[in-house]
């Protein structure tokens, strides 16, 4: 079966700093894995996505995240947090079959410091 | 611009009720689901359907039905609501096929009070 843990419920950092949002997975199959991000009041959107191709994928508001098969992980990060950035985030992972239900973590807050 | 839509963003219901929660989308996507988030949970998968008239049961499908008549449509039905369901829900669609696998376009949520 399928899972992933995302360690640490709430993050917070100061604006500028470094984020690092962390994401473990368990899979029996070559995993497809996932970020969201869900800002207040809004539905989820993909932040960046892993499927085999490159182990380091680039997202959008300049987040990144690298798969380490070694190390089962996924771990989100960006070089210098913005005030916008302050949401939940949500690692999530589906096999290689289209169509597939995402299984999803239980999320992190980032919180975001002036 | 792609879109999920959800009937009503918040519901207040009472105990007992039948419940209607309505999901269009407009992509042509075959696979829609419904997922229920709570604090400290996360998303669970309720229901999903692959197809016109298919449905899956996910992972938490007790008290709950769903309903796919059109592709674009695709109904959560709480035949008994109980208060243990006030919680979000939030509908998605995927296309099918590997260049968008997993990728999943969610509606803004439902908040559903039960009393």
């Known amino acids: 079966a399928q899972s992933v843990t995302q360690l640490g419920s709430h993050v917070s950092v100061s604006e500028g700093a470094l984020v690092l949002l962390r994401c473990n997975y368990s899979?029996?199959?070559?995993?497809?894995l996932f970020w969201y991000v869900q800002y207040p009041n809004q539905g989820l959107q993909l932040l960046l996505k892993?499927?085999?191709?490159?182990?380091l994928v680039k997202g959008i508001n300049g987040f990144e995240a690298e798969f380490k098969k070694s190390e089962t992980s996924f771990h989100l990060t960006k070089p210098s947090a913005h005030m916008s950035d302050a949401a939940e985030y949500f690692c999530?992972?589906?096999?290689?079959?289209?169509?597939?239900?995402?299984?999803f973590g239980k999320g992190t807050t980032l919180s975001v410091s002036s | 611009d792609v879109k999920v839509t959800q009937s009503s963003r918040y519901l207040v219901k009472r105990t007992g009720e039948k419940v209607f929660l309505e999901c269009v989308q407009d992509?042509?996507?075959?696979?829609m689901f419904w997922y229920r988030q709570d604090p400290g949970l996360g998303l669970r998968l309720i229901y999903f359907?692959?197809?016109?008239?298919?449905?899956e049961k996910g992972d938490i499908p007790e008290g709950y039905s769903v309903s796919r008549e059109k592709k674009e449509r695709f109904s959560l039905i709480l035949e008994s609501a109980s208060t243990n369901q006030t919680s979000m829900y939030l509908c998605?669609?995927?296309?099918?096929?590997?260049?968008?696998?997993?990728?999943?376009?969610f509606g803004p949520g439902t908040r559903l009070t039960v009393l």
């Open positions: 899979s029996s199959v070559p995993p497809y």
């Open positions: 998605a669609s995927s296309p099918t096929g590997q260049g968008a696998l997993g990728e999943q376009f």
């Open positions: 992509m042509d996507h075959e696979n």
């Open positions: 359907s692959y197809d016109v008239k298919m449905k």
């Open positions: 999530a992972v589906t096999s290689n079959q289209a169509g597939t239900a995402l299984i």
């Open positions: 892993y499927t085999s191709a490159a182990t």
